[in-house]
């Protein structure tokens, strides 16, 4: 199959990836790398991603890495099926590029040691740094009140229409969920409207029900 | 003036925003937000950028911030100006993508904190953190030996054309030259080359002679 997507189903990063391939109605092949053995720090992986992380993506004789940009190649090479998750007006677009950045930039900084904090360290027996946690609810706290004022002008995030920028936060906001941190987004009607649509859309169904 | 940028010539992200236009050989007005006093916390600023970060920009009744997406932004918006800076082609904007990550995820949180304890902490009269500098340089030695990797096989980050991958290091690398940690820099030539080849540019040196006017 011309599309392979490299990593661990559970990983949020690889899970973006699948989701943008789901909402695309993409097909493709799944190659489990084996993060306890170290798989992903070795050939042929590293060849893939030099940075020794999943997920790698290959679609012929393209090789990329980094989910975000996984995922906006994926928008761009395929956008005329399934889900359009970007636009082709610039002004439009501006948008798109402007709260996938925020979601890379703000929230997901603090999203993912939040996830690391409380969802990985347990499964290591690393004791969670309650402290920092604080630190870092907090910290997502003052984003997600931004995200509020946004969310209150329109229905998701760049516009009226479900884009890449929502995309990308999906598998992090599914995580979290599971946590105490569950309670900044209920806290915040806009936020929490827009996580219970962004979570509940069909393609997001279909890649959690292949976990299992 | 349709295009306006407002931030501070000393702030990276802002000269992240003007590379991209000196590049693109366009015209804007600069409106500079007082730091000191907290302009960047209050309206009119905040409604540009909500976060309170510089910069802010507007182009016509486009209004939006993050540098990286407004290089975006112009880059796409004026493709038949100046140096091109992206691709068209899927396959090979997808490497540009990759470029585009790989800079903000992994270059830029050492460069960023080495830039902030060894340039700017001084220059507000705070203490530098050895410890952190010391820890964020190992970290930054760990990316560049990927990047060095990289560079042996094509000129740029993305291919054999600059781009937007290239030209978002620009700020951090300025700043980093100037202080110890340049030899991290220096120890990889091929990084040693590519780095003097993209602050070379007449573009960056315009967006440097800023600073000093």
């Known amino acids: 199959m011309a599309i392979k997507v490299h990593g661990n189903p559970l990983s949020p990063a690889a899970q973006r990836v699948l989701l943008c391939l789901a909402e695309k109605d993409i097909e493709y092949e799944f190659v489990y790398v084996d993060l306890a053995t170290g798989q992903q720090k070795k050939e042929p992986f590293i060849s893939i991603n030099p940075f020794g992380q999943i997920p790698a993506f290959e679609d012929g004789d393209l090789k990329l890495f980094e989910s975000r940009a996984i995922t906006k190649y994926i928008a761009y090479a395929y956008a005329d099926k399934g889900t359009p998750l970007l636009v082709e007006d610039p002004k439009k677009m501006a948008l798109i590029q402007v709260w996938s950045e925020v979601e890379a930039q703000r929230f997901d ?27 870092l609810q907090a910290q997502l706290a003052t984003v997600l009140d931004v995200y509020e004022k946004r ?47 962004i979570l509940g859309r069909p393609a997001w169904q279909k890649v959690l029900a292949g976990l299992n | ?87 068209h082609d899927p396959k090979e904007m997808a490497v540009l993508f990759v470029g585009m990550q790989v800079e903000s995820q ?15 902490k001084p220059f507000l009269g705070m203490d530098t953190d050895e410890a952190v500098v010391e820890e964020q340089e190992v970290q930054l030695a760990k990316v560049l030996d990927v990047y060095e990797y990289r560079l042996a096989q094509s000129k740029y980050v993305s291919g054999d054309s600059f781009t937007l991958a290239d030209l978002h290091h620009l700020p951090t690398f300025h700043y980093l030259m100037g202080t110890r940690a340049k030899a991290v820099i220096d120890a990889r030539p091929h990084v040693r080359a590519w780095c003097a080849d993209i602050l070379a540019r007449p573009a960056w040196q315009k967006v440097i002679a800023m600073q000093h006017s």
């Open chain 1, 151 to 197: 969310l209150a002008q329109s229905k998701y995030l760049a516009g009226d229409n479900f884009s890449l920028a929502d995309l990308n936060h999906v598998p992090r906001i599914n995580n979290l969920m599971k946590t105490k941190v569950r309670a900044l987004f209920e806290q915040r009607p806009h936020v929490w409207a827009w996580c219970a649509d």
């Open chain 2, 1 to 87: 003036m349709a295009i306006k940028v407002h931030g501070s010539f000393f702030s990276p992200a802002t000269m992240r925003v003007l590379a991209c236009l000196h590049e693109k050989g366009l015209d804007y007005e600069f409106v500079p937000i007082n730091m000191g006093t907290g302009e960047h916390k209050k309206e009119p600023f905040i409604l540009l950028n909500p976060f309170g970060q510089l910069p802010g920009f507007e182009d016509g009744d486009v209004k939006i911030f993050e540098s990286r997406a407004i290089t975006q932004y112009i880059t796409y918006t004026y493709t038949d100006k100046g140096t091109p800076l992206v691709y």
């Open chain 1, 109 to 135: 900084a603090a999203g993912q040691k939040l996830s690391f904090e409380i969802l990985v360290k347990p499964i290591k027996c690393w004791a969670t740094d309650e402290a920092l946690v604080e630190q």
């Open chain 2, 106 to 120: 992994h270059y830029d949180p050492p460069a960023g904190k080495l830039a902030w304890e060894l340039t700017i």
